[in-house]
T-cell receptor
Framework: GNSVTQMEGPVTLSEEAFLTINCTYTATGYPSLFWYVQYPGEGLQLLLKATKADDKGSNKGFEATYRKETTSFHLEKGSVQVSDSAVYFCALSPISGAGSYQLTFGKGTKLSVIP | NAGVTQTPKFQVLKTGQSMTLQCAQDMNHNSMYWYRQDPGMGLRLIYYSASEGTTDKGEVPNGYNVSRLNKREFSLRLESAAPSQTSVYFC??????????????FGDGTRLSIL
């Protein structure tokens, strides 16, 4: 079946540090890949997505590249801010067909950025 | 722009009580979902509705029922609550049915405790 594995947290960084959160997946074919962010007390928000191999998703200074050869979709940001403190979820949606409605999530990585 | 609205935001139940969690979306989305979020587990799909008039089981449907009341509303019912159902419940919706590129939009969650 489909699965998503992301690095376990929590991750604590100083402001302006470089961020990488690793995400690898198992799925058949070419799933769509997503990063969601959850701020304290809120629901999940889409951060970025990529729908085919070598696509780069980007938003708010965050980037992730869909790497089919390594089945990875690592999240990066060059300079984090305190406001980036949140839980980040990697997720995949399979290609159309049975189960295509079902997002499969990683367990989440909590990021804390200190001034 | 409300997006996905869940009620209530918090609830405490006793074991054996019943309860319905309400969800409504104003984005004219076809598909709606119910997830539960538990520490260290990510989000797990309980039930989903690909379109008005249809519902299907997700990964963890036992102990729950759902109703797609109309295109806007999708409710989740606990008939006889158990402590194992203590969790944060999220409702989500998405656009084109079966299109894996479409992101899901989440409500702010219902925090449910069962004593």
């Amino acid at each position: 079946g489909n699965s998503v594995t992301q690095m376990e947290g929590p991750v604590t960084l100083s402001e302006e540090a470089f961020l990488t959160i690793n995400c690898t997946y198992t799925a058949t074919g070419y799933p769509s890949l997503f990063w969601y962010v959850q701020y304290p007390g809120e629901g999940l928000q889409l951060l970025l997505k990529a729908t085919k191999a070598d696509d780069k998703g980007s938003n708010k200074g965050f980037e992730a590249t869909y790497r089919k050869e390594t089945t990875s979709f690592h999240l990066e940001k060059g300079s984090v801010q305190v406001s980036d403190s949140a839980v980040y979820f990697c997720a995949l949606s399979p290609i159309s067909g049975a189960g295509s409605y079902q997002l499969t999530f990683g367990k989440g990585t909590k990021l804390s950025v200190i001034p | 722009n409300a997006g996905v609205t869940q009620t209530p935001k918090f609830q405490v139940l006793k074991t054996g009580q019943s309860m319905t969690l309400q969800c409504a979306q104003d984005m004219n989305h076809n598909s709606m979902y119910w997830y539960r979020q538990d520490p260290g587990m990510g989000l797990r799909l309980i039930y989903y509705s690909a379109s008005e008039g249809t519902t299907d089981k997700g990964e963890v449907p036992n102990g729950y029922n759902v109703s797609r009341l109309n295109k806007r509303e999708f409710s989740l019912r606990l008939e006889s609550a158990a402590p194992s159902q203590t969790s944060v419940y999220f409702c989500a919706s998405s656009g084109d049915s079966g299109n894996s590129n479409q992101p899901q939009h989440f409500g702010d969650g219902t925090r449910l405790s069962i004593l």
